[in-house]
T-cell receptor, first 112, second 118 residues
Framework: GENVEQHPSTLSVQEGDSAVIKCTYS??????FPWYKQELGKGPQLIID?????GEKKDQRIAVTLNKTAKHFSLHITETQPEDSAVYFC???????????FGQGTELSVKP | ETGVTQTPRHLVMGMTNKKSLKCEQH?????MYWYKQSAKKPLELMFV???????ENNSVPSRFSPECPNSSHLFLHLHTLQPEDSALYLC?????????????????FGPGTRLTVL
């Protein structure tokens, strides 16, 4: 079945540095790739998403890149702040009833 | 976070109890989902409802019984659970409108119910 691998599982950066989280997917038919941020005690919140017809999307300090050939997509956070500390999940879908396949999550810690 | 609400936020139950989790979405969406989130594991899709009809049952044991009386409400009825069922149960909704499943839309999650089975 479809699989999404996410790395690293934990990431610690200094405030102001950049953070990069990478995901690979197995099903080449996947065409929708959202990223979610989950803070302690809360449900996952969508922070950015990308569809397969574009290679990059940016929203202020957050950007996502997609390499369809390699079946990779990545989340980039620049100028990290302590409030960016959370668990981040990538996911992939192929437009079939909204079924999302999630990665294992990355626990990001931004140290002041 | 008020778009999708879940109650209760925390639940402790014994293995012989019967309880229900409730989810309500105020976003006008047509699809609703139950996920299980265990420590160190990816989110596991349990059930999908589209226009009140169940379209996905991801090999979930029968001790979990979903109910979707309308597009805004989703329940998960729990009966004779096991300690390994302890987890965070998340509800989500999306504006998926395609009965044939051709449209994938963003899913919005509730805060979850933290379930502990003793």
């Amino acid at each position: 079945g479809e699989n999404v691998e996410q790395h690293p599982s934990t990431l610690s950066v200094q405030e102001g540095d950049s953070a990069v989280i990478k995901c690979t997917y197995s099903d080449s038919a996947s065409n929708y790739f959202p990223w979610y941020k989950q803070e302690l005690g809360k449900g996952p919140q969508l922070i950015i998403d990308i569809r397969s017809n574009v290679g990059e999307k940016k929203d202020q300090r957050i950007a996502v890149t997609l390499n369809k050939t390699a079946k990779h997509f990545s989340l980039h956070i620049t100028e990290t702040q302590p409030e960016d500390s959370a668990v981040y999940f990538c996911a992939a879908s192929k437009n079939q009833g909204g079924k999302l396949i999630f990665g294992q999550g990355t626990e990001l810690s931004v140290k002041p | 976070e008020t778009g999708v609400t879940q109650t209760p936020r925390h639940l402790v139950m014994g293995m012989t109890n019967k309880k229900s989790l409730k989810c309500e979405q105020h976003l006008g969406h047509n699809a609703m989902y139950w996920y299980k989130q265990s420590a160190k594991k990816p989110l596991e899709l349990m059930f999908v409802y589209n226009f009140k009809e169940q379209t996905e049952n991801n090999s979930v044991p029968s001790r979990f019984s979903p109910e979707c009386p309308n597009s805004s409400h989703l329940f998960l009825h729990l009966h004779t659970l096991q300690p390994e069922d302890s987890a965070l149960y998340l509800c989500a909704s999306s504006p998926d409108k395609a009965s044939g499943g051709d449209s994938t839309d963003t899913q919005y999650f509730g805060p979850g119910t933290r379930l502990t089975v003793l």
